[in-house]
T-cell receptor
């Protein structure tokens, strides 16, 4: 079993829709949670960073962490065609040196 | 520099050839990570440096893979006797200090072994 599970999609939505992306994990030691956006042939770009449980909002993006369920989410409001990319979740326990990544969810926003 | 810089961006190697991939982290970033990303997959950890010390190399897939960061800034990932299964994107990332901080990636070095 992988440390982090993420539905690879692909996910296709119309412009303006609310998008929900999710990851589950098995290691209860994870405390640091991140979402990255990766465009084709580019490196991952940090979108959101959350420590422990709770919500964090940044513009059209909201990250949620539920440590009791070992479940994290990224919501994108008013989705735009420029949001079309692969979204990677990542997490770390903080005491080790590894960041563990999901496989990524491919998102297409249709104009 | 402003971001993590990697070179070469694209490399085609013949099977059996040695390759060297370079990473120049964000200025002042103490920690440096190498990840391998296969097509359609998430990044997989290879190795981690804090300054010049290689603190974790548990992800290196075989003894053909070697990484160094001799002066605590630029790092090189070397792959000896490349095999077709080594074809992947090799991502370098850096952070200010430790895994508590977020990591910032370069654009990656795309390696194709033919």
């Amino acid at each position: 079993q992988k440390e982090v599970e993420q539905d690879p999609g692909p996910l296709s939505v119309p412009e303006g829709a609310i998008v929900s992306l999710n990851c589950t994990y098995s290691n209860s030691a994870f405390q640091y949670f991140m979402w990255y956006r990766q465009y084709s042939r580019k490196g991952p770009e940090l979108l959101m960073y959350t420590y422990s449980s709770g919500n964090k909002e940044d513009g059209r993006f909201t990250a949620q962490v539920d440590k009791s369920s070992k479940y994290i989410s990224l919501f994108i409001r008013d989705s735009q065609p420029s949001d079309s990319a692969t979204y990677l979740c990542a997490m770390s326990a903080g005491s080790g040196n590894q960041f563990y990544f999901g496989t990524g969810t491919s998102l297409t926003v249709i104009p | 520099g402003a971001g993590v810089s990697q070179s070469p961006r694209y490399k085609v190697a013949k099977r059996g050839q040695d390759v060297a991939l370079r990473c120049d982290p964000i200025s002042g970033h103490v920690s440096l990570f190498w990840y391998q990303q296969a097509l359609g997959q998430g990044p997989e950890f290879l190795t981690y440096f804090q300054n010049e010390a290689q603190l974790d190399k548990s992800g290196l897939p075989s003894d053909r893979f070697f990484a160094e960061r001799p002066e605590g800034s630029v790092s090189t990932l070397k792959i000896q006797r490349t095999q077709q299964e080594d074809s992947a994107v090799y991502l370098c990332a850096s952070s200010l200090a430790g895994p508590e901080n977020t990591i910032y990636f370069g654009e990656g070095s795309w390696l194709t072994v033919v």
